[in-house]
């Protein structure tokens, strides 16, 4: 009678540990789909932040460009002189063009 009750007792842990396993992948399954959410969130979280830096950088360049622009008067000569070809009267302007493909 004693060894009746050690395997009943056995089975009984064994399988109150089965539903606990079971409990546990019933949780993970359930938030798996959530925690993949997540990490698609994070990833795009950070390409995001790096996307904010380049766009910080361009408009700090900007910034200083045009700052340059209004405070000195050479920085103006300078730019219509090499984007708009403008010279001075009696400057020669001479330009370089690259060469076309070959026939």
Same mark, same amino acid.
């Given at each position: 009678?004693?060894?009746?009750l050690?395997?009943w007792d056995k089975?009984?842990k064994l399988?109150?540990?089965?539903?606990?396993? /079971?409990?546990v992948?019933? =949780?993970?399954?359930?938030?798996l789909?959530?925690?993949?959410t997540?990490?698609?969130? !994070?990833?795009? %979280?950070l390409?995001?932040?790096m996307?904010i830096?380049?766009?910080?950088?361009?408009?700090? /360049?900007?910034?200083v460009? =045009?700052d340059?622009?209004r405070?000195?008067?050479?920085?103006?000569e300078r730019?219509? !002189?090499?984007? %708009?070809g403008?010279a001075?009267?009696?400057?020669?302007?001479?330009?370089f063009?690259e060469?076309?493909?070959?026939?």
């Amino acid at each position: 009678m004693n060894v009746n009750l050690c395997i009943w007792d056995k089975l009984t842990k064994l399988t109150i540990f089965l539903l606990f396993a /079971l409990g546990v992948v019933g =949780v993970a399954i359930w938030y798996l789909p959530l925690i993949r959410t997540n990490q698609h969130m !994070r990833a795009q %979280l950070l390409q995001n932040e790096m996307k904010i830096k380049t766009e910080e950088e361009k408009y700090r /360049l900007l910034r200083v460009a =045009v700052d340059a622009a209004r405070s000195n008067t050479k920085t103006i000569e300078r730019m219509a !002189r090499k984007n %708009l070809g403008y010279a001075k009267p009696g400057e020669i302007v001479v330009r370089f063009e690259e060469p076309g493909p070959r026939r």
